[in-house]
């Protein structure tokens, strides 16, 4: 295992930590090194439950737009996305619990990497962010599926449409996440959901959790054919490249709708 992910396992559940500190922004390499993960322990009996944590600062703060000469590996450019897309649908994929440690920011793809978890345990200050029209862009990772999924069309909405940052507080209240503690907490009461998940039959959590989330890996492919459609059509668009200057230079756009 690469530096950019830690495993380990205390009895049933198995932690996954994400070490790209301080922002753990993510790209198709370490997409594919979680699902790598995700796919190793849905293979391993010993395993129950898995919590998806992060060192540094942030939980995900998303893609890096600001990375300089990106290679086509690390790149955001349409086909890295593609790629990166059908990665992300693997998480999906997944037969064994997730819940994710949100201590920090979730930010664009990085609300999308939470929101591939189960559960989402977070604190107040952590912030959820869907904001790709901020950037002039479209939203990704599936997001168009899971977010009205978990807190209705409305706030999901709400979300995309103003690019607002979401205090832990009201992620708590409207759902977005599960467990709400002090911020020197959150992983601990992540791994005690887990454990507690894991003390019921292996068996029967499986099965029931095909139930609940049956079909949705086919819905989140299929909204990701049609998000990086859209994104590969505004990317191209004036409105995204002064949205990336715009978050580059930490002020607000001004957008022309062109």
Same mark, same amino acid.
Request: proline letters at 5%; a positive charge; glycine letters at 8%.
């Given at each position: ?36 993960? =995700?796919?190793?322990? %849905? ?5 129950? $439950?898995? &919590? !998806?944590? #992060? ?5 995900? *703060? ?103 940052? =979401?205090?832990?507080? %009201? ?5 977005? $996440?599960? &467990? !709400?503690? #002090? ?5 601990? *009461? ?69």
């Amino acid at each position: 295992m690469t530096s950019d992910l830690a495993l380990s396992q205390s009895g049933f559940v198995t932690t996954i930590e994400i070490r790209r500190p301080p922002l753990n922004f993510f790209d198709l390499l370490l997409i594919r090194q979680i699902a790598n993960a =995700v796919e190793a322990i %849905d293979k391993d009996p010993s395993v129950r $439950a898995v &919590v !998806l944590a #992060a060192e540094g600062k942030a939980f995900c *703060a998303g893609a890096n737009f600001n990375e300089p000469a990106p290679s086509p590996e690390r790149s955001v450019g349409d086909t890295a996305i593609g790629h990166l897309y059908l990665e992300a649908v693997r998480l999906f994929s997944a037969r064994k619990p997730i819940i994710a440690a949100v201590h920090g920011a979730a930010i664009g793809g990085g609300l999308g990497l939470a929101m591939a978890a189960d559960f989402r345990v977070t604190c107040p200050e952590a912030r959820f962010s869907a904001n790709f029209t901020r950037l002039g862009f479209h939203p990704g990772f599936g997001l168009t599926v899971t977010l009205p999924e978990a807190i209705g069309e409305t706030n999901a909405a709400l979300m995309f449409y103003t690019s607002r940052r =979401v205090t832990g507080e %009201d992620a708590f209240k409207m759902g977005l $996440a599960s &467990v !709400l503690v #002090a911020q020197d907490q959150v992983r601990a *009461a992540a791994f005690k959901l887990a454990e507690e998940i894991a003390e019921c039959s292996p068996l029967g959590v499986v099965a029931t959790r095909a139930t609940i989330r049956r079909g949705l890996a086919n819905r989140v492919r299929a909204a990701t054919e049609h998000e990086l459609a859209e994104q590969t059509r505004l990317r191209a668009t004036e409105d995204f490249k002064e949205g990336i200057k715009a978050m580059a230079e930490r002020r607000v756009p001004n957008f022309k709708g062109r």
